[in-house]
């Protein structure tokens, strides 16, 4: 990730939750630091797509599982940002 933007560095997801990984630079310039946001998405009774930050007990279950996937895939964009950097 060469440059701050509006999108996000990356989305996950995994039944039905996402993770949403955005990368902002550094104070000082040098790098690049990631954040998560996690979210369930889900339609109403109109039948239209809404998106939640609250999580049910099942969905608590499945952020086990997504928390690793984040966790590998900033991983993964830091080697990337290191590689851009040479």
């Not at 990631?34 to 999580?55: C, F, G, I, P």
Request: hydrophobic letters at 30%; glycine letters at 6%; charged letters at 30%.
């Amino acid at each position: 990730m060469t440059e701050q933007t509006n999108q996000p560095a990356a989305k996950i997801n995994y039944l039905g939750v996402e993770a949403t990984i955005w990368g902002n630079r550094k104070k000082d310039g040098e790098g690049i630091r990631y954040s998560v946001t996690y979210s369930r998405n889900y339609k109403d009774a109109e039948d239209q797509w809404q998106s939640t930050h609250s999580l049910s007990e099942l969905d608590n279950l499945k952020m086990g599982v997504l928390y690793l996937r984040a966790a590998q895939k900033i991983s993964e964009l830091k080697a990337n940002d290191r590689n851009d950097d040479q």
